[in-house]
């Protein structure tokens, strides 16, 4: 009677045993079929060690870090943008700078500008914002559009006093 190792807990073992000694693994049954030149079966998982069922937490659970989250992104995003425009006057020109990690400059002379368009939306007047639009005589489309300024009347007033001091 040839021993062959457990699959189980690897101590040798004779074919002729049923189970292991050590573990009680069925010997027999493996070395049957590997005898006949068939692949060996799995070893069956008792009905023990088999899940009846997987339960995970339900979404429900977490509905108030979900809320929390859904109000925090739109803040976030809101400084970010916020961040990423300034529009500063100097005398004689304008600079406009966008982005917080890259960055563009535009700079407009006061002298070249055209127009100055505002526009204001309904909720927009009784807060007091309002967009601008700055077009030059440089270019054709040399226009640029800051949004969400505070008070745009006295932004457009500060550089027209601007290009007649200048």
């Not at 100055?116 to 927009?124: V, W």
């Not at 040399?142 to 007649?164: G, M």
Request: hydrophobic share 45%.
């Amino acid at each position: 009677m040839p021993l062959i190792d457990c699959p189980e807990c690897g101590k040798r073992v004779s074919t002729a045993a049923e189970a292991c000694p050590n573990c009680g693994y069925p010997v027999s049954a493996r070395a049957a079929t590997s005898a006949e030149g068939r692949p060996a079966e799995p070893p069956q998982v008792p009905e023990a060690d088999r899940p009846i069922a997987e339960v995970r937490p339900s979404w429900w659970g977490f509905f108030w870090h979900l809320v929390f989250c859904w109000l925090v992104v739109p803040w976030l995003v809101a400084l970010w943008r916020r961040a990423s425009v300034v529009l500063r006057v100097y005398p004689g020109r304008i600079m406009l700078e966008r982005g917080v990690f890259s960055k563009c400059y535009r700079e407009f002379m006061i002298r070249d500008i055209r127009a100055i368009d505002i526009d204001q939306n309904f909720l927009g007047r009784l807060v007091g914002i309002g967009d601008i639009t700055i077009s030059t005589a440089a270019t054709v489309d040399a226009a640029e559009r800051v949004e969400a300024i505070p008070d745009p009347k006295a932004i457009r007033d500060l550089i027209l006093t601007q290009r007649t001091e200048g």
